[in-house]
């Protein structure tokens, strides 16, 4: 009956080592990246979609534009409004969003999210670039 | 008491009323008003046919110099990485020997010309591509006109296509390919692979979607002759009714869309 103490000091210890992805996230965790816009983003003033539905749906919309591209030889998208993008990720998304870096990539930092896209499509086709990005 | 039971009955009944079109109000308007669905189309410029096919006409080649120009065509647009190793290397369209390319037709006392004339070789697009049946993920499927793609999303580098292929058509990307892409050349319209997947020729869908033709028979000179088989009044049906032509290991039944005027 004398190891109360060392019970109750293991049980703080466990407990510790138990809750450390709360208390560890708790000093860690960042609020949400501030996503800057490109020039020519803001001059279009509107994405493909809403902002909302682009938050939220923009992987599920990249593949449908894929499958329509490459399965169904389809390359036109037209949006609720009626304007007309050629389905593309890099000469599309990537032309008002040339910043990736600082659009793309730091949300899906933020989110721990590395699409593996850029392995084959390009992903700063506006500049001259090398081919190895 | 009768009388409350009325009117409790009444006010319940329109509420319920109210609460209903309540509901339904919205969706009425959304499905009548100006918010359309989003939708898909073709490019109006777009080529199509019921089967696309190719002719060479070899008798207007003469040696590796003619074939150079359409090589690279194809090479630098679809950003093709240039290994010199020839286990590695990734082919779309390049040169073959006769011998090589029509080994059923190997003659003893073959005319000169043909044994030593460079003969240009590319995925047949077979009408029963053996390569589709072979694909266990379908990452390569045939087109309703007999383009038979690659959907790379799909590919996971099994290569049963190319044990499957009997005209060598198909490149594994041993190693990466952004490595070997030279940057003067690059093309950022059309994306690269990479390692670990199979590659061939695509028939150039991705011009012909937006109203070009693919790139070597642009580059060709008119050496390749290409057209809607099953259009019988295609220029070239014209061809193929007035010039005597082969096709690849025809006996194998794959049906290649690729012929050459000898």
């Known amino acids: ?133 | 008491m009768e009388n409350s039971k009325r009117i409790f009955l009444k006010i319940a009944g329109v509420s319920a009323l109210g609460l209903g079109t309540g509901i339904l109000t919205p969706n009425v308007f959304a499905s009548s008003g100006q918010k359309k669905e989003a939708g898909f189309k073709k490019d109006s410029n777009a080529l199509t046919a019921k089967r696309w096919g190719m002719v060479i006409d070899t008798r207007k080649i003469e040696s590796s110099d003619d074939l150079e120009p359409i090589i690279n065509a194809c090479n630098k647009i679809h950003n093709i990485p240039e290994i010199k190793n020839h286990k590695h290397e990734i082919k779309w369209i390049w040169e073959e020997e006769f011998k090589h390319a029509f080994p059923s037709k190997g003659n003893k006392y073959l005319n000169e010309r043909i044994k030593d004339l460079p003969f240009l070789v590319l995925c047949n697009q077979c009408e029963n591509a053996p390569c589709v049946k072979a694909c266990p993920t379908k990452a390569t499927f045939q087109r309703d006109d007999g383009i038979v793609l690659m959907d790379f999303h799909r590919c996971i580098g099994c290569r049963f296509c190319m044990a499957a292929c009997p005209y060598g058509s198909r490149s594994f990307n041993f190693k990466d390919p952004k490595e070997h892409i030279k940057p003067e050349t690059y093309n950022p319209e059309f994306p690269r692979r990479t390692k670990g997947v199979v590659e061939k020729c695509n028939f150039c869908a991705e011009r012909l979607a937006v109203g070009k033709k693919p790139a070597c028979v642009e580059a060709s000179d008119g050496a390749i002759i290409f057209g809607d088989l099953e259009d019988s009044e295609s220029e070239i049906r014209e061809v193929l009714n007035s010039n005597y032509t082969i096709r690849r290991k025809q006996a194998l039944g794959t049906g290649p869309s690729i012929f050459y005027i000898i």
């Open chain 1, 1 to 133: 009956m004398n190891d109360k103490s060392k019970i109750i000091a293991g049980l703080v210890i466990f407990f510790i080592i138990f809750a450390f992805p709360i208390w560890y996230n708790m000093f860690k965790s960042k609020p949400a990246p501030e996503l800057t816009l490109t020039e020519k983003a803001k001059a279009a003033k509107e994405c493909v979609r809403s902002k909302e539905y682009m938050t939220k749906n923009h992987m599920q919309l990249l593949d449908v534009w894929r499958d329509k591209v490459v399965r169904h030889d389809t390359r036109v998208y037209v949006n609720t409004e009626g304007k007309e993008f050629k389905m593309s990720l890099s000469n599309t998304c990537l032309d008002c969003h040339s910043n990736k870096a600082e659009f793309c990539d730091k949300c899906h930092d933020y989110a721990s999210v590395q699409p593996y896209c850029w392995d084959c499509h390009i992903d700063n086709p506006k500049e001259k670039n090398d081919g190895k990005q």
